[in-house]
């Protein structure tokens, strides 16, 4: 328990050095010419923020929910050495159906096709 207290304290301490350090270092005015994006000597002609597909973005995020799912199916072989492996395999089962109706949902709503 005591150790416990001491990382506690430590961890508070030092986030509250790192904020007030942050607030006391002299900020730094801004240059445009290092502001500007490297254009390999040349001026920049346009802007650096290109705009991208929507689709890209719910791509990403729907292979992070499905991996996240997936990761919690890591456990399952371990899951044999439990009292009840018969409540492992219904808790598997549960987050495969969840994983699979939510991939047919994504499906069925066209977020799997792509546009041209």
Known sequence: MNMVIVTLAISILLSMVLAMVSFWLPLMTPDHEKLSPYECGFDPLGSARLP??????????LFLLFDLEIALLLPIPWGNQLSCPTMTFLWASAVLTLLILGLVYEWLQGGLEWAE
Do not use: G, P, T
């Not at 991208?52 to 995020?61: G, N, P, T, Y």
């Open 52 to 61: 991208f597909s929507l689709r890209f973005f719910l791509v990403a995020i």
